[in-house]
């Protein structure tokens, strides 16, 4: 089974930087993974994607302040997120898609002065 565990949510002050870490187990071989956020009373958005070849996604309100990557001899992927605003204040969850989704239980990133 396919096991996700985030790290690095905490809270930061509006401009400021985090880099949330996401460490994968289990049966990876072939998967996609990426990071989803859901802020309070909004739906869950995906923020970022990568594939095993490195091509990446990012939705429209991140680009350019946020980086997503991959460590594959750690099994870990990575978002860094600069540049950050309060409109970023979420729950962020690492997802794993394989023909079904796997989640962590998220981190949460709060973003206030």
């Known amino acids: 089974q396919v096991q996700l565990v985030e790290s690095g949510g905490g809270v930061v002050q509006p401009g400021g930087s985090l880099r949330l870490s996401c460490a994968a187990s289990?049966?990876?071989?072939?998967?996609?993974m990426g990071w989803y956020r859901q802020a309070p009373g909004k739906q869950r958005e995906l923020v970022a994607f990568?594939?095993?070849?490195?091509?990446?996604n990012y939705a429209d309100s991140v680009k350019g302040r946020f980086t997503i990557s991959r460590d594959d001899a750690k099994n870990t992927v990575y978002l860094q997120m600069n540049s950050l605003m309060p409109e970023d204040t979420a729950a962020y969850y690492c997802?794993?898609?394989?023909?079904?989704?796997?989640w962590g239980k998220g981190t949460l990133v709060t973003v206030s002065s």
């Open positions: 997802n794993g898609y394989d023909g079904v989704n796997h």
């Open positions: 289990g049966n990876t071989v072939r998967i996609f």
């Open positions: 990568i594939t095993r070849d490195g091509r990446t």
